[in-house]
Nanobody, 126 residues
């Protein structure tokens, strides 16, 4: 059973930074792409960033491009989301996700992911 545990959320002022972590367990981590999604109150879950199994390819939503960076450490079975220049509209619960299938490229569709963490709250004050 795949388990994903996010951490690193919190309250930050606009313009600040946070680094989210997602620790994975239950299977070989290094062969699977990983993704981050978020859901704000009253809104649907949306794609944030994804990374290929090797870390060599990344993919970002337009809304976070240039501010967020996704990375992974396969030796630690962990994927990260570095968030800089945070805005109030980044406020949401952030989820880490993993697919059941092997994808050679990072995936931006929520339907491609089968396993989800419990989420970590990020609140950006203005």
């Amino acid at each position: 059973q795949v388990q994903l545990v996010e951490s690193g959320g919190g309250l930050v002022q606009a313009g600040g930074s946070l680094r989210l972590s997602c620790a994975a367990s239950g299977r070989t981590f290094s062969v699977y792409a990983m993704g981050w999604f978020r859901q704000a109150p009253g809104k649907e879950r949306e794609f944030v960033a994804a990374i290929s199994w090797s870390g060599g390819s990344t993919y970002y939503a337009d809304s976070v491009k240039g501010r967020f960076t996704i990375s992974r450490d396969n030796a630690k079975n962990t994927v990260y989301l570095q968030m800089n220049s945070l805005k109030p509209e980044d406020t949401a619960v952030y989820y880490c996700a993993a697919p059941d299938l092997y994808y050679s490229a990072p995936e931006g569709r929520a339907g491609s992911y089968d396993y989800w963490g419990q989420g970590t709250q990020v609140t950006v004050s203005s």
